[in-house]
C-alpha cells in the first residue's frame, strides 16, 4: 500500500495449462486469497488477480501428447484451475487468460512500440536451447552439460531471433533495487537477485520463429514468428487491470502492492519484468514477494519422484478450511516447508481440535445449558479476566502488523495463542464448579468473556478458514452482516451484545485419528487384528496396589525443548490449584507449540526424578506404537487435577 495510491492490489503467477494443478499452485493462490480477504476487512480498495498462461512450447507439446489443438487443450486445462480454486474459496476478482483479445492486443501494441523504439532488434543467436524452460543457455551456465533450471538436457540451435536491450538496464535494475530494498523480498531473494546480476547481463531472447514453433501471440512487425513466452506472460499484470485500454482503471491499481511468486521465477520477475517496465515507461510494482517450496521430507515435490500432493484430494480428505489453515500457518514465507500427512494431522489436532475446537464447544455448550442461550450484559471486567483480554487484544494488533510484514504464519500463531489463554482462564475460572455454587454473576462473567475471545479470534482467522469461521461467528449469534467482520471491530472488547442468542453447533474440528484410505473416503485407522496367542506375562498388581497410583489430568501452561537434548522437553503443567514442572522423552513426536493448552493424563504421585539437571515432578502417559505414539488425553472437557481411573 502507499499513499498515492491507497489501494491494495495482489496478484498470483499465471499457471501453465499443461498439466493439472498442484499444492504450490494452490499454495500461492491461497495466500494471495487470504491477503485480499484481510485488506478487504480493513476497508482497503483491493483487487486480486490470477489466471493461466496458455502459449509456448511446453502447451503446445502437451496438446500434441493428448491428440488436441493448442487451444483445445487450454480450453479442457483451464477448467482444472477454475475449479479448484472455487473448490478452495478463492475470492479472486479478475481470471485473465493470456489467449484473450485483451490481453493479446496490448502485448502486441507493447511490442510494436518497444521495436519502433530500437528497444527490440533481430539477430543471429546460436545457443543451448532448454524446452521445458522455454529459454537459451550460454555454455558458461550449463550445469554438467545440461539445463542449469531444471537440469534435464538442452539442444543446440543456431537461428534468427529478436531481442529486448534488457542489457541496457543493469546498471539502473541495481541502483533501483539497493535504493528500494523493500522491492524483494525476502531479503534473502533480494541478494541472490543482485548477485546474479553481477555478471554482464545479456539481451533477452523475445521470440519463436512459427516453423519451430507456432503457438503463441504474433509479433505484430514480423508475422513469421510469435512472442516467447515470458514477454506475454508477464504483461498480464498489466493489461489484466487496464494498461493501453482503460487509463482511469488503470491508474487505480497500479503499481501492484504484490506480485507473489515462486523462488524458482525469481529471475523473470527481479530482472525481465523491471527491465521491461523501465522501457515501457511504467511505473515498478511494489514489491516481489518470493515464497519457498513445499517438500515432502527434504525433496521438491516433482512428477518424476511421484511425490505431488493433489490439492483436490487434500481438500476432500479433511475438509478446504483444514487445508487453508495448514498452509498459512506451518509456512514460513520466503523459506521452505515439509508437506506430509501426518504434519496436518498433528497440526489440526493441536490447533484446531484441541485448541480453537474445544474452546467453542466448551463456551456454546454452557451458555445453552446454563443461561438458557443467551448471553447476559456485558459484565465489569475483573483483574481475572486482564490477561485473557491482553492476549486476544494483543493478537489483533499482532497480526495487522504480521499483515504488513508478510509472517501470516506468526500472525496465526498469536492468535492461537489467544486461544489458549482462552482455554487456560476458562480452567481457571472453572465456571461449572459456579454452576454448582449457584455464582450466577461468576457464571456470567466468564462465559460471556469467552464468548468475546472467540468473536474476535474467529475474525482474526475468517480470511484464513471463511466457512468454518463464518459457522463458529452465527453460532455466537452475530447477524448475516456481522458474521463478516471488520478489523475495527476486532480491536474493542465488548462486541457481542447482550441478549445475543448462542446455539451450539456441534464439533467444528473433530479430532482426526491415524487414517487409512478406503475407496478414497478416510476412516478411522483399525487396529489390526491379533493372531491368538498366549497372553503375555505381565506383573499382575491387586486393586490395593494400583490404587496408590495418583493418576491426575494436567494442562499444559509452557513447552520447550530441553538445551542439548534431541528428546526431552520441560514442560509446565498445572494439577487443579497447583503448577508443576515435567520433563518428558516425546520431542520427537511434538512440537512445544503443539502441546501448550492441552488437557493430559500424568502420574501425579511419582516420586521426583532429576533428569539433564532438571527436576521432574510427575509423568504424563502415551501409548507408543512402532514409530507412533500419541498423548493419552480425556475424552471431553474435564478440570485440571480431576482423577483418573
Same mark, same amino acid.
Given at each position: 500500500?502507499?499513499?498515492?495510491?491507497?489501494?491494495?492490489?495482489?496478484?498470483?503467477?499465471?499457471?501453465?495449462?499443461?498439466?493439472?494443478?498442484?499444492?504450490?499452485?494452490?499454495?500461492?493462490?491461497?495466500?494471495?486469497?487470504?491477503?485480499?480477504?484481510?485488506?478487504?476487512?480493513?476497508?482497503?480498495?483491493?483487487?486480486?488477480?490470477?489466471?493461466?498462461?496458455?502459449?509456448?512450447?511446453?502447451?503446445?507439446?502437451?496438446?500434441?501428447?493428448?491428440?488436441?489443438?493448442?487451444?483445445?487443450?487450454?480450453?479442457?486445462?483451464?477448467?482444472?484451475?477454475?475449479?479448484?480454486?472455487?473448490?478452495?474459496?478463492?475470492?479472486?476478482?479478475?481470471?485473465?487468460?493470456?489467449?484473450?483479445?485483451?490481453?493479446?492486443?496490448?502485448?502486441?501494441?507493447?511490442?510494436?512500440?518497444?521495436?519502433?523504439?530500437?528497444?527490440?532488434?533481430?539477430?543471429?543467436?546460436?545457443?543451448?536451447?532448454?524446452?521445458?524452460?522455454?529459454?537459451?543457455?550460454?555454455?558458461?551456465?550449463?550445469?554438467?552439460?545440461?539445463?542449469?533450471?531444471?537440469?534435464?538436457?538442452?539442444?543446440?540451435?543456431?537461428?534468427?531471433?529478436?531481442?529486448?536491450?534488457?542489457?541496457?538496464?543493469?546498471?539502473?535494475?541495481?541502483?533501483?533495487?539497493?535504493?528500494?530494498?523493500?522491492?524483494?523480498?525476502?531479503?534473502?531473494?533480494?541478494?541472490?537477485?543482485?548477485?546474479?546480476?553481477?555478471?554482464?547481463?545479456?539481451?533477452?531472447?523475445?521470440?519463436?520463429?512459427?516453423?519451430?514453433?507456432?503457438?503463441?501471440?504474433?509479433?505484430?512487425?514480423?508475422?513469421?514468428?510469435?512472442?516467447?513466452?515470458?514477454?506475454?506472460?508477464?504483461?498480464?499484470?498489466?493489461?489484466?487491470?487496464?494498461?493501453?485500454?482503460?487509463?482511469?482503471?488503470?491508474?487505480?491499481?497500479?503499481?501492484?502492492?504484490?506480485?507473489?511468486?515462486?523462488?524458482?521465477?525469481?529471475?523473470?520477475?527481479?530482472?525481465?519484468?523491471?527491465?521491461?517496465?523501465?522501457?515501457?515507461?511504467?511505473?515498478?510494482?511494489?514489491?516481489?514477494?518470493?515464497?519457498?517450496?513445499?517438500?515432502?521430507?527434504?525433496?521438491?515435490?516433482?512428477?518424476?519422484?511421484?511425490?505431488?500432493?493433489?490439492? $483436490?484430494?487434500?481438500?476432500?480428505?479433511?475438509?478446504?478450511?483444514?487445508?487453508?489453515?495448514?498452509?498459512?500457518?506451518?509456512?514460513?514465507?520466503?523459506?521452505?516447508?515439509?508437506?506430509?500427512?501426518?504434519?496436518?494431522?498433528?497440526?489440526?489436532?493441536?490447533?484446531?481440535?484441541?485448541?480453537?475446537?474445544?474452546?467453542?464447544?466448551?463456551?456454546?455448550?454452557?451458555?445453552?445449558?446454563?443461561?438458557?442461550?443467551?448471553?447476559?450484559?456485558?459484565?465489569?471486567?475483573?483483574?481475572?479476566?486482564?490477561?485473557?483480554?491482553?492476549?486476544?487484544?494483543?493478537?489483533?494488533?499482532? $497480526?495487522?502488523?504480521?499483515?504488513?510484514? $508478510?509472517?501470516?504464519?506468526?500472525?496465526?500463531?498469536?492468535?492461537?495463542?489467544?486461544?489458549?489463554?482462552?482455554?487456560?482462564?476458562?480452567?481457571?475460572?472453572?465456571?461449572?464448579? $459456579?454452576?454448582?455454587?449457584?455464582?450466577?454473576?461468576?457464571?456470567?462473567?466468564?462465559?460471556?468473556?469467552?464468548?468475546?475471545?472467540?468473536?474476535?479470534?474467529?475474525?482474526?482467522?475468517?480470511?484464513?478458514?471463511?466457512?468454518?469461521?463464518?459457522?463458529?461467528?452465527?453460532?455466537?449469534?452475530?447477524?448475516?452482516?456481522?458474521?463478516?467482520?471488520?478489523?475495527?471491530?476486532?480491536?474493542?472488547?465488548?462486541?457481542?451484545?447482550?441478549?445475543?442468542?448462542?446455539?451450539?453447533?456441534?464439533?467444528?474440528?473433530?479430532?482426526?485419528?491415524?487414517?487409512?484410505?478406503?475407496?478414497?473416503?478416510?476412516?478411522?485407522?483399525?487396529?489390526?487384528?491379533?493372531?491368538?496367542?498366549?497372553?503375555?506375562?505381565?506383573?499382575?498388581?491387586?486393586?490395593?496396589?494400583?490404587?496408590?497410583?495418583?493418576?491426575?489430568?494436567?494442562?499444559?501452561?509452557?513447552?520447550?525443548?530441553?538445551?542439548?537434548?534431541?528428546?526431552?522437553?520441560?514442560?509446565?503443567?498445572?494439577?487443579?490449584?497447583?503448577?508443576?514442572?515435567?520433563?518428558?522423552?516425546?520431542?520427537?513426536?511434538?512440537?512445544?507449540?503443539?502441546?501448550?493448552?492441552?488437557?493430559?493424563?500424568?502420574?501425579?504421585?511419582?516420586?521426583?526424578?532429576?533428569?539433564?539437571?532438571?527436576?521432574?515432578?510427575?509423568?504424563?502417559?502415551?501409548?507408543?506404537?512402532?514409530?507412533?505414539?500419541?498423548?493419552?488425553?480425556?475424552?471431553?472437557?474435564?478440570?485440571?487435577?480431576?482423577?483418573?481411573?
Amino acid at each position: 500500500m502507499n499513499s498515492s495510491n491507497p489501494s491494495f492490489y495482489v496478484t498470483t503467477p499465471i499457471y501453465y495449462v499443461n498439466d493439472r494443478p498442484h499444492i504450490g499452485h494452490a499454495y500461492t493462490t491461497i495466500l494471495a486469497d487470504v491477503l485480499a480477504r484481510y485488506y478487504r476487512l480493513l476497508g482497503v480498495p483491493t483487487h486480486f488477480l490470477t489466471g493461466t498462461d496458455e502459449h509456448g512450447q511446453k502447451v503446445y507439446e502437451a496438446a500434441l501428447r493428448n491428440r488436441l489443438t493448442p487451444i483445445e487443450q487450454c480450453d479442457r486445462t483451464v477448467v482444472r484451475f477454475q475449479e479448484l480454486w472455487k473448490k478452495l474459496d478463492i475470492t479472486h476478482d479478475d481470471f485473465i487468460r493470456t489467449t484473450e483479445p485483451r490481453h493479446t492486443r496490448v502485448v502486441q501494441r507493447i511490442l510494436q512500440e518497444l521495436y519502433d523504439r530500437g528497444e527490440i532488434y533481430a539477430a543471429d543467436y546460436a545457443g543451448w536451447y532448454c524446452v521445458p524452460c522455454e529459454r537459451f543457455f550460454p555454455d558458461k551456465d550449463l550445469a554438467e552439460g545440461n539445463c542449469p533450471e531444471c537440469h534435464r538436457p538442452v539442444e543446440r540451435l543456431t537461428e534468427k531471433n529478436y531481442f529486448f536491450r534488457m542489457s541496457r538496464y543493469q546498471d539502473w535494475l541495481v541502483a533501483y533495487i539497493q535504493e528500494h530494498p523493500e522491492f524483494i523480498q525476502p531479503a534473502s531473494r533480494r541478494q541472490e537477485t543482485l548477485g546474479f546480476l553481477r555478471q554482464p547481463l545479456g539481451d533477452l531472447c523475445i521470440s519463436r520463429p512459427k516453423k519451430r514453433m507456432g503457438w503463441g501471440i504474433d509479433l505484430p512487425f514480423d508475422a513469421d514468428y510469435v512472442t516467447y513466452v515470458w514477454f506475454d506472460a508477464l504483461v498480464n499484470y498489466i493489461s489484466a487491470v487496464g494498461y493501453l485500454a482503460d487509463e482511469a482503471r488503470f491508474r487505480a491499481w497500479w503499481p501492484a502492492s504484490c506480485h507473489l511468486i515462486g523462488k524458482d521465477i525469481l529471475t523473470t520477475h527481479t530482472v525481465y519484468w523491471p527491465t521491461m517496465l523501465k522501457a515501457m515507461g511504467v511505473e515498478m510494482p511494489r514489491a516481489v514477494f518470493a515464497h519457498g517450496w513445499w517438500l515432502v521430507g527434504r525433496d521438491k515435490m516433482s512428477k518424476s519422484l511421484g511425490n505431488v500432493v493433489n490439492p $483436490m484430494d487434500m481438500a476432500e480428505r479433511y475438509g478446504v478450511d483444514a487445508f487453508r489453515y495448514f498452509l498459512l500457518a506451518e509456512m514460513t514465507l520466503g523459506q521452505d516447508a515439509s508437506f506430509t500427512e501426518e504434519a496436518f494431522r498433528n497440526r489440526y489436532n493441536a490447533d484446531l481440535a484441541n485448541d480453537l475446537g474445544n474452546l467453542a464447544s466448551r463456551v456454546l455448550k454452557m451458555v445453552v445449558r446454563n443461561l438458557d442461550g443467551a448471553l447476559p450484559a456485558i459484565p465489569p471486567r475483573t483483574a481475572d479476566e486482564e490477561g485473557l483480554i491482553a492476549t486476544t487484544l494483543g493478537a489483533v494488533g499482532h $497480526m495487522r502488523n504480521y499483515l504488513g510484514s $508478510m509472517q501470516l504464519d506468526r500472525g496465526v500463531a498469536e492468535t492461537i495463542q489467544a486461544v489458549r489463554e482462552g482455554n487456560r482462564y476458562f480452567d481457571r475460572m472453572a465456571p461449572w464448579q $459456579m454452576v454448582k455454587a449457584g455464582d450466577t454473576a461468576g457464571l456470567q462473567r466468564v462465559l460471556y468473556s469467552a464468548a468475546e475471545c472467540l468473536r474476535i479470534v474467529s475474525g482474526l482467522l475468517f480470511p484464513i478458514m471463511p466457512s468454518k469461521m463464518t459457522e463458529l461467528r452465527r453460532a455466537l449469534g452475530l447477524t448475516e452482516t456481522a458474521a463478516r467482520p471488520r478489523v475495527a471491530d476486532l480491536a474493542t472488547w465488548g462486541g457481542l451484545p447482550a441478549g445475543t442468542r448462542l446455539q451450539d453447533p456441534g464439533s467444528l474440528f473433530p479430532r482426526i485419528e491415524a487414517v487409512a484410505e478406503k475407496g478414497g473416503a478416510v476412516v478411522a485407522e483399525p487396529a489390526a487384528p491379533a493372531a491368538p496367542a498366549p497372553a503375555p506375562a505381565v506383573n499382575v498388581v491387586t486393586i490395593e496396589e494400583f490404587g496408590k497410583v495418583a493418576l491426575r489430568t494436567a494442562r499444559v501452561l509452557a513447552a520447550e525443548a530441553v538445551p542439548k537434548a534431541t528428546k526431552l522437553l520441560r514442560l509446565e503443567i498445572e494439577l487443579g490449584g497447583e503448577t508443576r514442572q515435567i520433563v518428558a522423552g516425546i520431542a520427537q513426536f511434538y512440537k512445544p507449540e503443539q502441546l501448550v493448552g492441552r488437557t493430559i493424563v500424568v502420574v501425579a504421585n511419582l516420586k521426583p526424578a532429576v533428569i539433564r539437571g532438571l527436576e521432574s515432578n510427575g509423568m504424563l502417559l502415551a501409548a507408543k506404537s512402532g514409530d507412533t505414539l500419541r498423548l493419552v488425553t480425556p475424552d471431553g472437557d474435564v478440570p485440571s487435577g480431576s482423577s483418573v481411573g
